[in-house]
């Protein structure tokens, strides 16, 4: 008896000293949907989603007892970027009533970078001190068919050009979809200035990245300065599909401008008879050259407004890397109305600096610089001489008919030896 007074003190005492254990929350989950698609919770049967959209995810839920400060999360786990991009959603805290039925939606972003397959959609209750309640909904995340997306705009010269001058844009894409593109049309235009300009691109392989060539815009040498969105619309699977994206850039008045130039020269209007009114539209201020190769165009149209006739100089200065001149001729006279384009040739040195070089092109009439552009020249390594060309391909030719002398020389002597031996082998010898 009293051994088992004993036993039965201890076990109370062990379980006064023993931690108390946290229950799990009270709550049945009724139903859950997907896109209005209904899922059930660790089935083999996974749900295809389409990455690269948000889906909506529809819980219906009933507690058995009263919950405080209950949250519902659905997450996604797995993903390679998911501490950048976490596919999840959080509800905030809310008190669930017992034997009610809830409907709570969550909106999960499914990135277009998550890899194509199985995983599972995790729904998590919780409160301040309950156990977790974790139930998974397989899911197949796929891959669209077909899906391009504008990776990046870039202009040059920046995101800011001034009126009369040339936008440099460049647009990188990247496919996201199984197939590959072929034929993709790029279009970039600014819709507020009337400017517009067209690229294509060949092809660009499933999960690969591409970029035009350099699209030229040319701002009207009247637009006002502010900022207007320079818009690109991609279209491709054989013009049915296209995508759109948008960037902001700065236009600044200038001089190229017949009004502005004449009313920032004197307060007032120019006076056409004895002043010119010129307008001044240069094409692409950046181009690329190898040392010592056949060097480069940068086209400078002139166009004389004026009412009487007028005589223009095209300088070029800062060339101190290559060679330069002015076709057809530098010094020109153009009649009220008349345009004339001037096309400023560079070439690179052999021993050229590589990288950027800047070098300016000024346009002077009667004395005075209307405009002094900036150009930029990248200079890039040159291919190897032709003459080191020709005797590396000689040499190689020169080996390759030693080889096969030596191949007909051994095989002449090999034949030769055998028909001595057989030679020989028949010749009797009589005693």
């Not at 006064?16 to 049945?28: E, F, G, M, R, Y």
Request: with cysteine; net charge negative; hydrophobic share 40%.
């Amino acid at each position: 008896m009293k051994r088992h007074l004993i036993a039965t003190l201890l076990l109370f005492a062990a379980l006064l000293c023993a931690p108390v254990l946290a229950q799990s929350l009270p709550i049945t989950i009724n139903n859950v949907q997907v896109d209005d698609v209904e899922v059930i919770a660790n089935q083999a049967n996974s749900l295809d989603i389409e990455r690269g959209q948000t889906v909506e995810v529809e819980v219906r839920f009933s507690p058995t007892a009263d919950i405080d400060d209950l949250q519902l999360q659905g997450s996604i786990y797995g993903f390679e970027y998911n501490d950048f991009l976490p596919m999840t959603d959080t509800l905030a805290p809310f008190d669930a009533d017992a034997n009610v039925t809830y409907v709570k939606k969550l909106h999960i972003k499914i990135s277009d970078e998550v890899e194509e397959d199985r995983y599972n959609l995790r729904l998590i209750f919780a409160d301040r001190n309950s156990d977790l309640l974790i139930s998974n909904y397989p899911l197949k995340l796929d891959v669209p068919r077909d899906s391009l997306q504008v990776e990046d705009i870039v202009t040059f010269p920046s995101q800011t050009v001034q009126a009369g001058r040339a936008l440099l844009v460049t647009v990188r894409l990247e496919n996201k979809g199984e197939k590959d593109q072929d034929d993709v049309r790029v279009e970039t235009g600014i819709s507020q200035l009337g400017v517009s300009n067209v690229d294509f691109i060949d092809e660009i392989e499933s999960e690969e990245e591409e970029e035009t060539e350099e699209i030229l815009l040319q701002i009207p040498a009247c637009a006002e300065s502010g900022k207007y969105e320079l818009q690109v619309k991609v279209y491709y699977d054989e013009g049915y599909e296209t995508v759109t994206e948008s960037v902001p850039v700065n236009v600044v008045g200038g001089e190229s401008c017949p009004t502005n130039r004449g009313n920032q020269r004197s307060g007032q209007p120019s006076d056409k008879e004895n002043e010119p009114q010129t307008m001044i539209i240069v094409g692409s201020q950046l181009e690329t050259l190898k040392q010592g190769g056949e060097g480069v165009i940068y086209p400078i149209t002139l166009t004389n407004n004026g009412r009487s006739s007028a005589t223009y100089t095209l300088m070029v200065q800062g060339v101190t890397f290559g060679e330069v001149r002015v076709s057809p001729t530098s010094t020109i006279v153009l009649e009220s109305g008349a345009s004339q384009t001037l096309y400023v040739f560079i070439k690179a040195n052999k021993d050229a600096s590589l990288g950027p070089n800047v070098f300016t092109a000024s346009v002077v009439s009667a004395g005075t610089t209307l405009n002094q552009v900036s150009l930029t020249a990248n200079v890039v390594e040159g291919d190897a001489s032709s003459l080191q060309t020709v005797l590396e391909v000689g040499l190689i030719v020169l080996v390759i008919v030693l080889i096969l002398v030596a191949l007909v020389v051994a095989f002449r002597k090999g034949k030769g030896d055998e028909e001595d031996q057989d030679d020989v082998a028949t010749t009797e010898t009589y005693y």
